[in-house]
């Protein structure tokens, strides 16, 4: 398992996913328990661009090995007197392009393999990182919970800063927790808001950061139907796994701009309207604590059929390894967008390529939210918030551009989007690499 984190600091803290999104390869991180296996899926796709090029073996190595590993015990007393102890990790892959960057999360099947991968694709200055605490969060108090959180903070100060390593938000972290760590690393470095992202917006945090990763997905969309000549935003149908952070945005956005949401789901069910979904009620509705399936504006569906809800988009929004070879066998869309990490296996992969479905890669897809982040800390280290406007117009620029990098690659090499991305990432670190010089 350790060996599979090891992998590459969230895909080579998402993989080369932030790598597009210029996280460095570091970014070959992962996704909690399906981590072994989405490293290893990761580490195929990895392998598939390397093959396609010529590079030696010693920078091959070089650009699969992470830089640092650290694994600590965090002595916490809970509200009840008694002493608990839970095992935290930090990985940092590479940092040729600049500082360490990823997420960090708390899950019970978090562990050394379940933390290594993404983010160069986006041309983004800084490296790949992904850390994580062994822990249910359901089981803490708030309190509880914030001691774990500071006592983190002191076990890897030394190894982390504005300059060095920049932990954001992941798997059941938020920007409460954020504030936390900057609020405890500050005590004992100095003032250091570029410390974290994903901050409260009243707390240096930066304007558009909770929509990033779903307006990036809708950007992304964009960019692949006109490549692909299919149309406006507007002339599609979408189906949505997951209706979270990401998923729930992704949906809104698309919704706003003339799109038909014909379907989503979360963790407890599904609904669906083949003439398209009111996601402005449906949100509202499942604000006020309702089921999606309970959602009268639309029929109840079972959470597993979301997959091959017809559809021109199908958005998987939710969790990794859901699309194996035998659901690639029946979706039924044009195009699959992989919001969330990991979401199609390299079987997966290979039966939607000959089906000739396309598939945009999650390591571009979700890059949104790592662009905000560094957005956010370019704020911090000028000590002035943009207005959202420019947040939103810039990652338009950062997601444009990219696209544009991993289609060219595309054309020009004749390979899928996922190998394209990859390519594109490893360029970019190896290019930091060698000019840097690595003997």
């Known amino acids: 398992?350790?060996?599979?984190?090891?992998?590459?600091?969230?895909?080579?803290?998402?993989?080369?996913?932030?790598?597009?999104?210029?996280?460095?390869?570091?970014?070959?991180?992962?996704?909690?328990?399906?981590?072994?296996?989405?490293?290893?899926?990761?580490?195929?796709?990895?392998?598939?661009?390397?093959?396609?090029?010529?590079?030696?073996?010693?920078?091959?190595?070089?650009?699969?090995?992470?830089?640092?590993?650290?694994?600590?015990?965090?002595?916490?007393?809970?509200?009840?007197?008694?002493?608990?102890?839970?095992?935290?990790?930090?990985?940092?892959?590479?940092?040729?392009?600049?500082?360490?960057?990823?997420?960090?999360?708390?899950?019970?099947?978090?562990?050394?393999?379940?933390?290594?991968?993404?983010?160069?694709?986006?041309?983004?200055?800084?490296?790949?990182?992904?850390?994580?605490?062994?822990?249910?969060?359901?089981?803490?108090?708030?309190?509880?919970?914030?001691?774990?959180?500071?006592?983190?903070?002191?076990?890897?100060?030394?190894?982390?800063?504005?300059?060095?390593?920049?932990?954001?938000?992941?798997?059941?972290?938020?920007?409460?927790?954020?504030?936390?760590?900057?609020?405890?690393?500050?005590?004992?470095?100095?003032?250091?808001?570029?410390?974290?992202?994903?901050?409260?917006?009243?707390?240096?945090?930066?304007?558009?950061?909770?929509?990033?990763?779903?307006r990036g997905t809708t950007f992304a969309i964009r960019e692949l139907l006109k490549a692909l000549h299919m149309g406006k935003l507007a002339d599609q149908k979408y189906a949505i796994q997951g209706f979270g952070n990401v998923g729930a945005w992704a949906a809104q956005l698309l919704w706003e701009a003339g799109g038909k949401v014909v379907a989503v789901s979360d963790v407890a069910g599904a609904v669906a309207n083949e003439h398209g979904l009111d996601i402005g009620e449906l949100r509202r509705h499942v604000a006020a604590g309702q089921t999606l399936s309970s959602f009268p504006g639309g029929g109840s569906l079972a959470k597993e059929d979301i997959l091959t809800f017809p559809c021109d988009v199908l958005i998987p929004a939710a969790i990794g390894g859901v699309i194996g070879p035998d659901m690639a066998a029946k979706i039924n869309c044009k195009v699959v967008v992989e919001a969330a990490n990991g979401p199609t296996t390299p079987e997966g992969d290979v039966v939607l390529r000959d089906r000739g479905i396309t598939v945009l890669p999650d390591i571009y897809t979700n890059g949104g939210g790592v662009t905000v982040s560094f957005f956010e800390w370019v704020q911090n280290l000028q000590n002035f918030k943009w207005e959202e406007e420019d947040v939103n117009r810039k990652l338009d620029r950062k997601m444009s551009d990219a696209f544009a990098a991993l289609w060219s690659v595309h054309r020009e090499m004749g390979v899928p989007l996922r190998t394209a991305a990859f390519v594109v990432a490893l360029q970019r670190v190896t290019r930091a690499e060698v000019h840097r010089g690595f003997d």
């Not at 790949?128 to 903070?153: C, H, I, N, Q, Y």
């Not at 300059?163 to 938000?169: G, T």
């Not at 927790?177 to 974290?196: I, L």
């Open 1 to 214: 398992m350790a060996s599979a984190l090891l992998l590459c600091g969230k895909q080579i803290g998402g993989a080369v996913g932030r790598l597009l999104a210029g996280e460095g390869l570091a970014a070959c991180a992962t996704q909690l328990r399906h981590a072994s296996s989405h490293a290893e899926n990761t580490n195929t796709f990895l392998r598939e661009a390397l093959n396609r090029l010529d590079y030696p073996e010693k920078l091959q190595n070089l650009l699969l090995t992470p830089r640092r590993e650290m694994s600590v015990e965090l002595v916490v007393q809970m509200d009840d007197g008694q002493i608990e102890v839970f095992n935290a990790y930090r990985v940092q892959h590479n940092n040729a392009r600049g500082p360490y960057k990823g997420g960090l999360r708390y899950h019970p099947q978090v562990d050394l393999d379940d933390v290594r991968r993404k983010t160069a694709v986006m041309d983004i200055p800084y490296g790949g990182a992904k850390g994580g605490v062994t822990v249910d969060p359901r089981k803490l108090s708030e309190r509880e919970l914030e001691k774990m959180t500071r006592k983190l903070v002191v076990a890897i100060k030394e190894i982390i800063g504005t300059y060095e390593d920049i932990p954001a938000p992941d798997m059941n972290t938020d920007a409460k927790v954020m504030a936390w760590f900057f609020d405890e690393y500050s005590k004992y470095k100095g003032f250091s808001p570029g410390v974290v992202t994903g901050k409260p917006v009243y707390l240096h945090g930066s304007l558009g950061r909770e929509a990033a990763t779903g």
